[in-house]
């Protein structure tokens, strides 16, 4: 069976009609693992209880499967009442699942930042919530925008894990159409390409969000 | 600018402090006068950066008590916040925020800690930009700025909470040589107004010039306090003897 070029075009439309899904997808889980990933290191840092938990909480995410996470929000929480749309799982299900990376991330940008940057804060009076804003979170996204888009990159790499929960996004529509022509090949590679495509947009935005976060750094 | 009160600015009492097994701070009592301006000088390792970081609850401490004004630092934060809200502080590295300009750098605790509009603000951080001489530099990033000029924000931004007390701690160590005395001289100026004053330092001259007391710091205690007259003419102690010669030669 060789590779039909005509019919890969033919497969097209079909494919990115479902790339606002994916993006929706992408884009929600992004701000929501972000969130929560900053969160989890917040609570981390504060120590106690808390933080050791969030420690667990951490590794524990980072040990398992991310399907697992979308199998157990979808299938296994309605036993006990909670019962969510697909979509919603899938983002929930990315967003916890990143969040554990992010925090980790977020942690090295946070080390990364003088002990200083601190002390000159709290010496002028600033409570820990408007330093943590407006001094260590700015810093913090400085030091960390190559490692963050990466993990963009990977969340929006994830989005065809929300296949087996029924949303049609990029490579659903893909699999659709390989399953009921028999062709593989062509949707597939079309899917790749434009997953490749959309990567590439965000690694390149995030470069240019670098330079802009850099700001002038020399005289 | 100087705030009139009876009580003194810091009075420190049986202050100790160890990190771990070392004794930092041993047995430290120091009286600071409203509007007196105080030298701390000594080896490295003697604690006296140690004891000033004290003063504003950057370091905690074991032992001791430490009352600003009338207020003493100590478990309760909000006094803590309180005590720390008066005092302005300059470190040796500037510490200022890179990733803001020069003029937000003064306002960020004017909005965030005072409520301060920020037309209001501004205008009180141009006034005190202005005071330091680089009124020019207030759209520049600290990164733009030579050594000398980013101290010299840093000295606004602490003034700009308008602090009964500021702290430096050795605030030209980290400069080029030629880029003290423009640092030095704004500290003398603010000396001039009457501001109460702690720096650690090794300037010797601005000691000379403005301080009217110099405590002499070794290994965590004080073992000298006196008059610049009396500390670099007939220095009691032989350490502060052999600490003064060895900054001569």
């Given at each position: 069976m060789q590779f039909d070029v005509a019919f890969a075009l033919s497969t097209v439309p079909t494919i990115l009609?479902?790339?606002?899904?994916?993006?929706?997808?992408?884009?929600v889980s992004c701000v929501g693992a972000s969130a929560v990933g900053f969160g989890l290191e917040v609570v981390r840092r504060s120590g106690g209880l808390g933080g050791l938990f969030v420690r667990f909480l951490i590794d524990f995410i980072r040990a398992?499967?991310?399907?697992?996470?979308?199998?157990c929000l979808y299938f296994i929480l309605p036993f006990y009442g909670i019962r969510l749309g697909a979509l919603a799982t899938g983002i929930i299900?990315?967003?916890?699942?990143?969040?554990?990376?992010?925090?980790?991330v977020f942690k090295a940008g946070i080390d990364a930042i003088p002990n200083g940057q601190g002390e000159a804060a709290r010496a002028l009076g600033l409570g820990r919530i408007d330093m943590t804003i407006f001094v260590i979170a700015p810093q913090m996204l400085r030091n960390i925008a190559a490692p963050?888009?990466?993990?963009?990159?990977?969340?929006?790499?994830?989005?065809?894990?929300?296949?087996?929960?029924?949303?049609?996004?990029?490579?659903?529509?893909?699999?659709?159409i390989a399953s009921e022509t028999y062709r593989y090949a062509e949707p597939l590679t079309v899917a790749g390409l434009i997953f490749l495509g959309l990567a590439l947009l965000i690694s390149l935005a995030i470069k240019r969000l670098e330079v802009r976060l850099m700001g002038p750094t020399t005289r | 600018m100087a705030h009139s009160d009876d009580s003194p600015a810091v009075q420190i009492t049986s202050l100790n402090k160890w990190y771990g097994a070392f004794h930092v701070l041993q047995e430290v009592n120091l009286t600071i006068p409203s509007g007196s301006r105080v030298v701390i000088c000594g080896p490295s390792g003697s604690g006296k950066s140690t004891l000033i970081r004290c003063l504003n609850g950057l370091e905690a401490y074991q032992q001791g008590t430490v009352t600003l004004g009338t207020v003493p630092l100590g478990d309760n934060a909000r006094e803590t916040a309180l005590a720390r809200r008066q005092t302005g502080m300059v470190f040796q590295s500037f510490n200022l925020f890179p990733h803001l300009t020069v003029l937000s750098n003064c306002t960020l605790a004017l909005r965030r800690v005072l409520s301060m509009p920020r037309k209001e603000a501004e205008s009180l951080a141009r006034h005190f930009l202005e005071k330091v001489r680089i009124p020019e530099q207030a759209d520049k990033y600290p990164a733009q700025l030579s050594g000398g000029q980013q101290q010299r924000v840093a000295i606004a931004r602490a003034l700009c909470m308008n602090p009964r007390l500021m702290l430096f701690d050795e605030p030209t160590s980290a400069l080029d040589p030629e880029m003290v005395k423009e640092v030095l001289d704004v500290m003398t100026g603010l000396a001039h107004e009457g501001m109460t004053m702690i720096c650690v330092t090794h300037e010797m001259g601005f000691a000379r010039e403005v301080a009217d007391q110099v405590v002499f710091m070794d290994q965590g205690s004080i073992v000298e306090q006196a008059s610049p007259m009396t500390f670099f003419t007939t220095p009691s102690h032989p350490r502060?003897?052999?600490?003064?010669?060895?900054?001569?030669?």
């Open positions: 009609g479902a790339i606002g899904m994916t993006l929706l997808v992408a884009a398992t499967p991310v399907l697992v996470w979308l199998y299900g990315l967003s916890l699942y990143y969040s554990g990376y992010l925090a980790e963050m888009g990466n993990y963009f990159v990977s969340i929006l790499k994830a989005t065809p894990y929300l296949a087996v929960l029924a949303v049609p996004e990029m490579l659903g529509r893909a699999f659709d | 502060a003897q052999s600490f003064l010669n060895t900054l001569l030669h």
